[in-house]
């Protein structure tokens, strides 16, 4: 039965609350605390008389209030965000108060002078779901409105909302007829889009530009640990690097919403760095903060603007459920310094660049035994070296490649919490043809940080190499988006998983564009062009990719009588890590068909 003690009635519940607030009061809460008190005597307490809504808590940075109907309590909290944006536009966008706003109708428990239950808390919910400055509705009140009001809406879908067990049909309010610039950035994907570009080296040393980029990749990392958020590559936002493209440019070219931009200028033993959140779709800047500090403190600057440009951006990040594994940070900020200037070199692939780079990493090593991304970086150099070699060493007789998966290994026994450890890890792994372990760290890490290019595209070709690559295109896609300037080489694993979905006529044409300049730089490339241009029946075609690629690497041989067009090939179906023999086989019979003894 029904309990009659308790008193009940449906209600229309807006739930509001300030953006950024802890962060606003800590810079000035004097000043804080006098724009609130403004702010609810100049525009909330007048819009809700006027809508007939009545005032049930009042918190310091958010309000719940009731209204009779549900026509009022949209209406009111429409009113409330246009009238904050006019009445704020004389003050520096780092000291508005921007609200966001939910707004439900259900059924609520009266309790002397407040409202409990279910019907508050989908409210609350609703508006910690609602990106800064916007209104988001529960299907329920959106039910209620066709008709009654000039306000137009888009369906946000069905949102899963902390502690409400069922999903939550919801809509978010466009203004004015157009979304707000908020709202225009969150559609240009699934989640809020957000570019970092390279922070401006303020210092007067050119020298000291591998410390500002550092800096704006640490960013990068952190922001991307964020599953909220989504975060375009360090290769895609370093390309606008000394161009004067109007950030609304960077927007639409990136497709991203938000566009972080700052600087660094180090001097002696401090840091100072500043940066700012833009509004890729008006240019508007929504946040600007300065750090100076010691730099020895420098992590924790990072931390705090990854969090601040995350609050800015995104929903709240819920901690006790969305918290990512942070990377353990090295113990001497000079082991750090070191660590970046060889991985501003450890993508030069000149002998000299490589040996500058591993010295680097391994004076940081020196420093700091236990600095994890510095046994990376040497895992990679041995790896690269190995590479360069090419043909003509045996897996097992190749000290560089044992000492790169050593390295990797390393790496892992002391941060097992860096995704970037464990996607090292995994295609070490792959280069000794260890499938199943590559599987397995590929995965940790992808789990770890779903929004690293790096990862997904390594993902991509491990699935692809183990016969899944039906599962490996989505991921290929995934990394493509997240890194739209990304680096050729990323088509070559786009060709490596077209070719195994027998798709040969875009694996071809992809490959033919990739050596178009210069063909006997990519034997690899050449051979697998050759095997899809046989499948496809191109047969000259492919006999002249064939003799591009072994000509390519004749003088890698080493002088051994015994190597040959017959060793060639099976070191390219050895390279081409290719775990089912039906695979393989598939390869060898398009390079048979292009003359090659396979």
């Known amino acids: 039965m029904a309990d009659t003690g308790v008193e009940r009635r449906l209600t229309a ?150 502690n409400i067990a069922r999903p939550v049909r919801a809509y978010r309010m466009v203004l004015d007829g157009t979304s707000s610039p908020e709202l225009a950035g969150l559609r240009l994907a699934d989640k809020p889009a957000v570019a970092v570009l390279p922070f401006e080296n303020m210092s007067g040393d050119p020298e000291q530009v591998y410390f500002s980029d550092g800096i ?47 600087s660094v200028r180090r001097a002696g033993g401090r840091v100072r760095i500043t940066a700012q959140l833009v509004d890729a779709t008006t240019g508007a800047h929504l946040w600007v903060e300065r750090y100076d500090r010691a730099l020895e403190d420098v992590f924790a600057v990072q931390e705090e603007i990854a969090q601040s440009i995350t609050a800015t951006v995104a929903q709240r990040i819920i901690q006790d459920s969305e918290v990512a594994a942070r990377r353990r940070q090295p113990e001497d900020i000079r082991a750090y310094d070191l660590f970046l200037q060889g991985n501003r070199l450890s993508d030069v692939f000149t002998p000299e660049a490589q040996a500058r780079a591993q010295a680097f990493f391994e004076q940081a090593l020196q420093i700091d035994p236990g600095f994890a991304r510095a046994h990376t970086g040497l895992a990679w150099i041995y790896l690269n070296r190995s590479v360069a070699r090419g043909v003509g060493v045996p897996r097992a007789q190749d000290a560089d490649r044992a000492m790169a998966l050593r390295q990797a290994q390393e790496a892992l026994a002391k941060d097992s919490n860096d995704p970037r450890v464990h996607s090292t890890l995994g295609y070490m792994c792959l280069m000794w043809r260890d499938f199943d372990q590559a599987e397995r760290h590929m995965e940790l890490a992808r789990a770890m940080n779903p929004n690293d290019p790096l990862i997904q595209i390594f993902w991509a070709w491990v699935q692809s190499c183990i016969g899944k690559p039906e599962r490996a295109m989505p991921a290929a896609e995934s990394a493509f988006r997240l890194n739209p300037c990304h680096p050729g080489w990323y088509n070559y ?85 290719l775990r089912r023999d039906e695979d393989a086989e598939r390869l060898r019979e398009g390079l048979r068909r292009a003359g090659l003894p396979a």
Not at 21 to 39: C, F, K, N, Q
């Open 13 to 162: 519940i807006m739930a509001a609350d300030v953006v950024g607030y802890s962060r606003m009061v800590e810079a000035d809460e004097a000043g804080t605390l006098a724009a609130l008190r403004h702010l609810r005597q100049a525009v909330l307490e007048p819009l809700l008389a006027e809508h007939r809504g009545h005032l049930v808590k009042l918190m310091g940075d958010g309000l719940i209030a009731e209204f009779g109907s549900i026509v009022g309590a949209v209406a009111c909290a429409a009113a409330i965000q246009r009238q904050l944006v006019v009445i704020q536009e004389q003050i520096p966008p780092e000291r508005r108060i921007v609200l966001r706003i939910g707004i439900n109708l259900g059924d609520v428990v009266v309790e002397g002078d407040d409202l409990l239950g279910d019907g508050v808390n989908v409210a609350a919910r609703l508006e910690q779901a609602c990106p800064p400055g916007g209104v988001l509705i529960s299907g329920t009140a959106h039910d209620q409105l066709p008709g009654k009001l000039d306000i137009g809406f888009e369906a946000a879908g069905e949102l899963r909302l902390k």
């Open 216 to 262: 704006t990749e640490d960013i990068i990392t952190e922001l991307s640990r964020f599953h909220d958020l989504m975060v375009i590559a360090r290769h895609s936002s370093f390309s606008f690097r000394g161009k004067s493209t109007d950030v609304r440019e960077i927007g639409r070219m990136l497709g991203t919403g938000y566009v972080v931009e700052g």
């Open 493 to 577: 694993y786009l060709a490596h998983i077209l070719f195994r979905l027998g798709r040969d006529q875009e694996a071809a044409d992809l490959l033919e564009r990739l050596t178009m300049d210069a063909p006997a730089l990519h034997p690899r490339y050449m051979a697998l062009r050759a095997a899809a241009c046989s499948h496809l029946g191109r047969i000259e075609e492919a006999q002249h990719c064939a003799r591009i690629s072994i000509q390519s690497v004749s003088d890698r041989w080493h002088g051994d009588p015994a190597a040959g067009p017959k060793e060639y090939v099976d070191w390219l179906v050895d390279v081409l890590y």
